[in-house]
């Protein structure tokens, strides 16, 4: 996939409620026209819900 040089939003599996536990599965990057997103997993779930979360900043990220 040829994507943009702009970072990945990060896709998790989330299981559980409430202290749930997360699991990244893969990326997202946003279609050029912001109607949609292309995605790129690494692995696909088979129980959980799927939550795609913005990249976070460095300084935010503890990096």
Do not use: C
């Amino acid at each position: 996939m040829n994507h943009k040089q702009s970072k990945p939003y990060a896709v998790y599996v989330v299981e559980g409620e409430g202290d749930a536990f997360w699991t990244k599965i893969g990326a997202a990057w946003p279609h050029e026209d912001g109607e949609g997103f292309n995605i790129q997993l690494s692995a696909v779930p088979l129980n959980g819900r799927l939550v795609v979360r913005k990249p976070k900043a460095k300084k935010e990220a503890g990096q």
